[in-house]
């Protein structure tokens, strides 16, 4: 298996609801990435996780709550979103040492 | 820190030769990838250069010059498919981090 997962593929909430994204990936990879991208604009990072602790949280506001449950798996909890958050949520992996990045699908999310 | 810039749009024609030029400034370099991302889609892997000089995959070929902080992505034989952004990225040394440049939209016209 060489791909990442991400489910939902489309979320639409409102902004006093509770979601989660979702990311799997079976390729025996170290790190795990979250990346959000607006329209016409690059992916820009979020949070890194390695070995399931989280070593690099780019500034991201708390209503952002990243959990790595096991070495496959990683969720992103969303909670009081702003509409201005809405973009595709975009989950990486790759075996670590600057390599083989491997992206998921995405999550498109609307917030209302 | 980090900054990585590619024009913002470029066109081209059905059958030409297009270059991406990418020009990046990084605390200690581990290597420059370029992917290809469709509107809605994931980024999907093109191209790894590690060392100075060219890579040639099929229609597309990848340059670096680490002295110039310069990479270009050259895709010839342009085909319609080929319409969509084109993003350079790097991967700071002693980092896990994969920072991507500004991405440049490309649209080929028949």
């Known amino acids: 298996d060489t791909e990442v997962t991400q489910t939902p593929k489309h979320l639409v909430m409102g902004m006093t609801n509770k979601k989660s994204l979702k990311c799997e990936q079976h390729m025996g990879h170290r790190a795990m990435y979250w990346y959000k991208q607006k329209a016409k604009k690059p992916p820009e990072l979020m949070f890194v996780y390695s070995y399931e602790k989280l070593s690099i949280n780019e500034s991201v506001p708390s209503r952002f709550s990243p959990e790595c449950p096991n070495s496959s798996l990683l969720n992103l909890h969303l909670h009081a979103l702003q509409p201005e958050d809405s973009a595709l949520y975009l989950c990486?992996?790759?075996?670590?040492?600057?390599?083989?990045?491997?992206f998921g699908s995405g999550t498109r999310l609307t917030v209302v | 820190g980090q900054n990585i810039d590619q024009p913002t749009e470029m066109t081209a024609t059905e059958g030409a030769i297009v270059q991406i030029n990418c020009t990046y400034q990084?605390?200690?370099?581990?290597?420059l990838f370029w992917y290809q991302q469709h509107a809605g889609e994931a980024p999907t892997f093109l191209s790894y250069?590690?060392?100075?000089g060219l890579e040639e995959k099929g229609r597309f070929s990848s340059f670096l010059s680490r002295s110039k902080g310069y990479s270009y992505l050259l895709l010839k034989e342009l085909q319609m498919k080929d319409s969509a952004s084109y993003l350079c990225a790097v991967p700071p040394r002693n980092t896990d981090k994969l920072i991507f440049g500004t991405g440049t939209r490309l649209q080929v016209f028949p």
């Open positions: 990084t605390s200690g370099f581990n290597g």
């Open positions: 250069n590690v060392l100075d």
């Open positions: 990486a992996s790759s075996p670590g040492g600057g390599y083989g990045y491997t």
